[in-house]
C-alpha cells in the first residue's frame, strides 16, 4: 500500500462549483497535512497546512483532516478558472510525503 | 525576500555532459531538498540537507551529487547527463522543527538530455 494516494483526475467542474479534492494515507505517524498547488510550468506553492485533526479556512478554500479515517480534504468554494491547476497534498513524520497530484480544470 | 531562486530556468545537454543546477534560499532555513518531477511520477527526492555540512540520499540519488558550504545554497551536480535525467526539477527549503517540514520551492529548472 502506498503511503498517500491521491486521484490524477483530470478534475473538470464548472465555474462557481464547489471542488472537493482528497487524499488517504497509511501511516497513522503523519500529523502535519499541507496542500500545495502547482500551476502549469510554475513550482509548487503552499496553499494551506494544518496541524492534526479538523478544519481551517482561508478565504474560499478549507482544509479537513480526518486522522481517524486517514483522509485529507480540500474544499474549494466558488471555484474559477484560475483555480485551474495541479493540487497536490503532502503530510510528514521525520519526512514529508507527497501525493502525486490532481489535475483540476474549472470550465467558464 | 525572494524565495527559493533556481538557475538556470532551461537547459539542453548533451548525454556525457555534466552540469550544475543552482539553488539560494534568504529565508534562513537549515533544510534544503532537491526533487524530480516526472509525468504520472510526482515529485521524487534525490537528495536532501539538514544543515551546512550534512547532505544525505533521498530516493533516486544516482547520478547526482550535492554538496552544503552555506545555508543559503544547495547545489545540484549531475556527473554524466542521460536522457533518463530529462526532467524539471525543483529545489525547496523549510524550517523543518521535529515533524513541522512544510516546504517551499523554486521555480524550477527544466532539464533536456539529448
Known amino acids: 500500500q502506498k503511503e498517500v494516494e491521491q486521484d490524477p483526475g483530470p478534475l473538470s467542474v464548472p465555474e462557481g462549483a464547489i471542488v472537493s479534492l482528497n487524499c488517504t494515507y497509511s501511516n497513522s505517524a503523519f500529523q502535519y497535512f499541507m496542500w500545495y498547488r502547482q500551476y502549469s510550468r510554475k513550482g509548487p506553492e503552499l496553499l494551506m497546512y494544518t496541524y492534526s485533526s479538523g478544519n481551517k479556512e482561508d478565504g474560499r478554500f478549507t482544509a479537513q483532516v480526518d486522522k481517524s479515517s486517514k483522509y485529507i480534504s480540500l474544499f474549494i468554494r466558488d471555484s474559477q478558472p484560475s483555480d485551474s491547476a495541479t493540487y497536490l497534498c503532502a503530510m510528514t513524520d521525520d519526512k514529508i510525503i507527497f501525493g502525486k497530484g490532481t489535475r483540476l480544470h474549472i470550465l467558464p | 525576500n525572494a524565495g527559493v531562486t533556481q538557475t538556470p530556468k532551461f537547459q539542453v545537454l548533451k548525454t556525457g555532459q555534466s552540469m550544475t543546477l543552482q539553488c539560494a534560499q534568504d529565508m534562513n532555513h537549515e533544510y534544503m531538498s532537491w526533487y524530480r518531477q516526472d509525468p504520472g511520477m510526482g515529485l521524487r527526492l534525490i537528495h536532501y540537507?539538514?544543515?551546512?555540512?550534512?547532505?544525505d540520499q533521498g530516493e533516486v540519488p544516482n547520478g547526482y551529487n550535492v554538496s552544503r558550504s552555506t545555508t543559503e545554497d544547495f547545489p545540484l551536480r549531475l556527473l554524466s547527463a542521460a536522457p533518463s535525467q530529462t526532467s524539471v526539477y525543483f529545489c525547496?527549503?523549510?524550517?523543518?522543527?521535529?515533524?513541522?517540514?512544510?516546504?517551499?520551492f523554486g521555480a524550477g529548472t527544466r532539464l533536456s538530455v539529448l
Open positions: 540537507s539538514v544543515g551546512a555540512g550534512i547532505t
Open positions: 525547496a527549503s523549510s524550517y523543518a522543527q521535529g515533524t513541522e517540514n512544510i516546504q517551499y
